[in-house]
């Protein structure tokens, strides 16, 4: 089995400007222990990106942005493509998260697009999915990651698969200071490696899937020690450095 390095990602939402975003990474790699086996990035708005990747620059911290358009260019104002984000520098993308599908009309029909979009420009997508509370408690969290999983990487070349990361968030645990058990958070993340392997076969093993929903210091070491469980994607608990840092050690 492929071997996955544990990845600790920070998504800071609409959080922190150019300036805070500079200062912060800084901060960041005096608590960070260069011998962590973790990978870490920070998933920064759109208006931070060049500050963070500029502080970052030289380290192994990842800068990746919130979200994008799926096509290359063209008449869709206030939106940004895949190419001019990895022109910025930026790594990666986060895609799908429950609050662009809440807020912002995002559709698993768009991520079918945006998720090739994002690797064709060499950005390594993080795909959100996750139940909400009314689909836990109705038995219907297996058949809501079936169809968000499916539809997203429907058109994924088999070729790519290793370079995807998933980030399994169910909505009633963001933000909530609800976070799944350790049980709960393995047995939908293994769920959802079944489903990519369903896609792609053997080479669902290679794909990272991360927990998010509420995790801190003191969640993260058990969460990350589950099977099927690579990572975390962070998002409250990653607006202060100190903090953010000590999940990464507690991973
Ligand atoms: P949270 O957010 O850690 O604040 O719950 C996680 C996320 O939305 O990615």
Redesign the pocket.
């Known amino acids: 089995m492929p071997e996955r390095r544990p990845y600790i990602a920070g ?1 800071w ?1 609409m959080y922190k400007t150019a300036s805070q975003a500079s200062s912060f990474v800084g901060a960041l790699l005096s608590e960070l222990d260069q011998s962590s086996s973790a990978e870490v990035g920070l998933c920064v708005p759109f208006t931070a990106l060049a500050a963070a990747v500029e502080a970052a620059r030289g380290t192994d911290v990842r800068i990746a942005a919130q979200n994008m358009h799926q096509a290359t260019e063209g008449p869709y104002t206030g939106e940004v493509s895949a190419p001019m984000l990895a022109e910025l520098g930026a790594e990666g993308v986060v895609l799908g ?3 662009r599908r809440q807020y912002n009309c995002e559709t698993d029909e768009a991520l079918a697009e945006k998720v090739p979009a994002a690797l064709a420009s060499g950005l390594e997508p993080i795909l ?1 999915v996750g139940e909400s509370e009314a689909e836990r408690h109705a038995n219907q969290t297996e058949s809501r990651l079936r169809t968000q999983v499916h539809t997203a990487l429907c058109a994924v070349e088999s070729a790519r698969v290793a370079e995807l990361v998933i ?1 399994y ?1 169910p909505v009633w ?4 200071g609800n976070v799944a058990t350790p049980d709960i958070a393995q047995e939908a993340i293994c769920h959802i490696r079944a489903l990519v392997a369903e896609l792609f076969g053997a080479g669902a093993d290679a794909v990272r899937i991360l927990y ?4 801190k210091p003191e969640t993260a070491g058990e969460i990350c020690a589950q099977p099927d469980i690579d990572g975390a ?6 607006l202060d450095p100190e903090v953010f840092a000590a999940i990464v050690r507690a991973a």
């Open positions: 998504n939402k998260h429950s609050e959100c980030a968030e645990a963001i933000g909530t998010g929903g509420s995790v994607l962070v998002g409250g608990a990653s």
